[in-house]
């Protein structure tokens, strides 16, 4: 994603954004907070619905400081809790850290919180570039290969911006912070069983015509093809 | 886990938890919530926090229509946003979904959506129970060999059970659903690239005594190990 800003200020985590404890994990620089949001798919996004918290999983994307969202404009409720305060987390897990006790338990992680209120983007380009980048975001290199939207399905859209001002990144690697006691007593197995996200060969639509062959975008991005059964 | 219930009702959303469009997509069996929560390592889970809604990624365990989660007894603040009105949500993405037209992008996902208050387990020995059903849906199989947490840890443990009640379950697979006229248009590809959470093989503790071997509740959970560089 493109950076719009020349200077950008640091993180700086508000008391709703600095919640958790641990805050030797905290991150400041700002190109932390872009490379979580960018190496994701699926945000959480957390509205005020009735005056209860919901929580959601939607898609989004980024360009410089600046995260779209988009909802229907059929979903009355939703449309008012979206422009609401809203709280968006998006979470890499990247390992189970295993300790000599259970309370040492952990995961190693990447997480951003943002926090602020979404507004809806009325300007019709502006509002054609918010899906550019979300398309963009999900499926890097489709969107000057497929049908653009149309007028129709743009009306029935509701294309949201979020500010990235309120943000706070959180941080946890390396194996596990076992007490002294427990390392010395010993015989326990510790360390980190590492995860991570694959993807794996394209399957075609079953409608495809002939001929036409998986694009390099998507080919692309398949992980350890070669070692794929 | 183990199921406490014989007879079990049916999901029934609420308003709230049947926000999103595409009904279609819902399920109603519980036996579904249940395979999507066994499958998660990390919830999301949204408190609400001076009147805006705060998400944060959080680790839990079920034990049959309980869903066990917990924090420190000296985070105040998030104590009492944790014992009032909460959403949580277990996300899975299958797979990306590639369409002839921008606008139908997708996911292929499974996703949990619970809405309750959680309360805080007061009984010792429920707290402990509720300990070891996070550290076994984190790391099953290990909660035998461990330290079992002390009374100063269990002290500073703040633990809290939220009955799965209310909840809803959404799943899509498949290919893209694209206009006719899109499909009649062709020339573009469409499909799905699926995407899976792999282990790779564990990294022992820096500081592990010589002679301990990886236990095969850590080895058995490798991913395709007969691969792995």
């Not at 979404?118 to 918010?130: F, I, L, N, Q």
């Not at 002939?210 to 975008?217: F, K, L, R, T, W």
Request: with cysteine.
């Amino acid at each position: 994603m493109s950076e719009t800003a020349t200077t950008r200020p640091p993180l700086s985590p508000t008391p709703r954004s600095s919640l958790t404890r641990s805050k030797e994990r905290g991150r400041t620089d700002r190109a932390e907070l872009d490379a979580v949001l960018d190496a994701g798919l699926v945000c959480h996004l957390g509205v005020l619905l009735g005056g209860s918290p919901v929580v959601i999983p939607t898609v989004y994307g980024r360009d410089g400081d600046t995260l779209y969202l988009h909802g229907s404009t059929g979903a009355g409720n939703l449309r008012a809790a979206m422009t609401g305060d809203v709280s968006l987390t998006v979470t890499h897990v990247d390992g189970i850290v295993y300790a000599r006790s259970a309370m040492h338990f952990s995961m190693n992680y990447r997480s951003a919180v943002i926090h602020g209120r979404p507004v809806v983007v009325t300007d019709e380009d502006a509002r054609m570039h918010g899906m550019r980048v979300m398309v963009e975001h999900t499926a890097p290199g489709a969107w000057a290969d497929v049908r653009s939207p149309n007028k129709k399905e743009m009306a029935a859209t509701l294309v949201l911006a979020l500010d990235l001002t309120e943000a706070s990144v959180k941080v946890r690697t390396g194996g596990p912070r076992d007490d002294e006691s427990d390392i010395e007593t010993g015989g326990v197995w510790a360390g980190v069983l590492p995860m991570r996200q694959v993807f794996d060969p394209p399957i075609s639509a079953a409608d495809l015509d002939a001929g036409v062959e998986v694009p390099e975008y998507v080919a692309g991005r398949v992980t350890d093809s070669a070692l794929v059964r």
